[in-house]
C-alpha cells in the first residue's frame, strides 16, 4: 500500500493561510483551527471573523504545562511544519495513535473571500514525512492500513479536501 502524498495541496494550502494571516481583512469570514502535534507537545491556533469582528488565540500544551503563545510564533510553527519536504495523510477512519517521532497537523478551514458567493472548507489531519521511505515506515508503524489516505481528492464525512 502507498500513500498519496500532498506535497501540491500543502503548497496551495499554506498559501492561502499564509494570504489569511497577512491580509485577514481580504476575507468577508474565515474560521481556522489548527492542533499541531510535535513530539510531546501540541500547538493549537484559532482565528475567526465574523460579522466584521476579529478573534484569535494561540496556545502550547508542554508537559509543563499550557502558556499562551503569540499568533505570530503560532503562524511560525505551523509555517515550518507545512515547509516540511511533504505530507502524507490520515483518513480519521478508524482514528490511530500519533506517532511522536513525526509531527502532525489537524487543519480545519472554512473561509470566504470577499466578493466570492460561496464559502470553501476542508479538515484533514496530516503527517509530516521526508521522503517516499519515510512515508513507507510511517505506514508501517501504523499497522492500519485504512488509515492512511492512499487515493486523492478523500473525502469522508469525518475529513474531506477542499470543497
Do not use: C
Not at 485577514?24 to 489548527?34: A, E, G, K, M, N
Not at 495513535?97 to 472554512?110: D, G, K, Q, T, W
Not at 473561509?111 to 503527517?127: E, T, Y
Amino acid at each position: 500500500m502507498t500513500a498519496s502524498f500532498y506535497a501540491d495541496y500543502i503548497q496551495d494550502l499554506k498559501a492561502a493561510l499564509d494570504d489569511l494571516f497577512e491580509h485577514p481583512v481580504r476575507y468577508q469570514t474565515f474560521d481556522l483551527h489548527i492542533e499541531l502535534a510535535m513530539g510531546t507537545a501540541l500547538l493549537v491556533y484559532e482565528t475567526k471573523r465574523q460579522k466584521g469582528q476579529t478573534d484569535a488565540i494561540a496556545y502550547a500544551r508542554t508537559p509543563k504545562g499550557n502558556i499562551q503563545v503569540s499568533p505570530e510564533l503560532a503562524h511560525q510553527r505551523i509555517s515550518s511544519f507545512l515547509a516540511m519536504r511533504n505530507h502524507i495523510a490520515l483518513t480519521g477512519d478508524p482514528m490511530i495513535s500519533l506517532n511522536e517521532e513525526y509531527p502532525h497537523a489537524v487543519i480545519r478551514f472554512e473561509h470566504r473571500a470577499k466578493g466570492v458567493p460561496f464559502k470553501s472548507s476542508m479538515k484533514m489531519i496530516f503527517v509530516g514525512v521526508n521522503d517516499a521511505e519515510d512515508a513507507g515506515r510511517y505506514v508501517e508503524m501504523a499497522r492500519e492500513p485504512a488509515a492512511i489516505v492512499t487515493a486523492r481528492p478523500h473525502r469522508s464525512k469525518k475529513l474531506w479536501e477542499w470543497k
